[in-house]
């Protein structure tokens, strides 16, 4: 998966693809509920199992020490580069995004008449 990958797909709560890295032991959510407020309209809120969650803790603790340092540095190394999610590129995306909003802001009037 690439960032552009994620415009359209946005999540992969579902595990919709299954296919990534060694350093990655994937765990879906058993459960996906909606939560809402009138702040937040709804928001989806993913819970795995705990058996799932304690499966894959495992299976990294049966790998040995070594390959989970190798498999460790392969993450460090995809987070910092291809992920772009060191604190340099975030904060690039971040002005980048913001300045964005500047050139698109529409302001919102501060009341409207409607004739009953």
């Known amino acids: 998966l690439t960032a552009e990958d994620y415009v359209e797909l ?13 350093w990655v032991k994937p765990v879906f959510p058993s459960n996906i509920s909606c939560q809402g407020s009138p702040m937040t309209p709804y928001i989806f ?3 795995c199992s705990f058996e799932d969650a304690g499966d894959a803790l495992l299976e990294w603790y049966n790998v040995g020490t070594e390959e989970r340092e190798r498999c460790g540095e392969l993450g460090r190394q995809f987070v910092l580069n ?35």
């Open 45 to 47: 809120d993913d819970r």
């Open 82 to 116: 291809e992920g772009r999610m060191s604190s340099k590129h975030l904060s690039e995306s971040f002005i980048e995004n913001i300045e964005t909003c500047f050139e698109k802001w529409k302001p919102r009037a501060k009341y409207t008449m409607e004739a009953v």
């Open 10 to 22: 946005k999540s992969n709560h579902r595990g919709t693809y299954t296919r990534h890295g060694e």
